[in-house]
DNA sequence: GGCAAAATGTAGCACATGCTACATATTGTA
DNA sequence: TACAATATGTAGCATGTGCTACATTTTGCC
């Protein structure tokens, strides 16, 4: 193959739709985590005045280790604040970030609960698919809820 | 602390339901990637009788070598055979593998339509979520569209 | 046949996430 | 105060996913 030594290598362009959608995917795979974190740790806070790495291990199933380094991505991005051997705080962003997760997955537990889904089917399977809810799919299951309140 | 020499350590049990969740979320994500290549090949292979690792690669917006080392592990888990320059075939295990997804990904994208979003966007949100929809779920959204239909 | 383009493969890096094992700091309490 | 339990931190490994750069094989065509 000629290398086309000149051009330092174009992105690659995925025409199809299904690859920008794959991308996006992954996109979001990467806040995902980040989005869990910052939520535990804002329900943490207000139960308990404040946020320990136990705490946050125990709540989401997995070692303290885990936790730790994933504290030190989120304090890099600005979300957390931490010292060592000290609480975890959130950031005026980490806020932000919690309060819109919140507000999501209550949206989205409450629209599957009204399609008949069990509490804990409903809360296994918000935990999944939350972060993958655009806007425009968040505003169709809140109307789909008024809807379904009205009547 | 005393390190209990004993037990080898027993696994941190999630008390919290969240915990819980979020390790099925975690699974789930371990086998979306084998979802999304099942089933692009098993389109590919209806739509040009093969596919090929540059048909792959193009489709999910990757490069050739990153489909190159997930095909391996496809081949490892036993959802596809492939000899080197040849084209990658799904064995029974990943034909049945891609055809649950396939249907899946249909009802979700009719469910999500359903609501009255759009084409490109219920597209984009269903590659998303379609992996974390249990099977409660899509009996509920099927039910949903049901309704729908009948109206 | 033989050359060039295309396809495929391999080496090696980066990063994110998970873990166990072990080291260190903090804390509660005798 | 001092010890033991708890909490936190660090080292180092494994796996998965992505990439670029480069090597090799296959294929199309003169």
Known sequence: MQ??????KKPVRP???QAESLQQTRREHASEIAEDYVEAIADLALAQGEARVVDLARRLGVTHVTVNRTLA???RDGYVTA???RAIFLTAQGHALADTCQRRH???VSFLRSLGIAEKAAEI???GIEHHVSTETLAAFERHLRRA???
């Open 83 to 85: 010292r060592p051997y």
């Open 106 to 108: 209550a949206t989205v």
């Open 73 to 75: 991505r989120l304090q």
């Open 149 to 151: 309140t009205r009547r």
């Open 125 to 127: 399977d918000a935990e």
């Open 3 to 8: 290398p086309s030594p000149r051009h330092p």
């Open 15 to 17: 025409s199809a739709l």
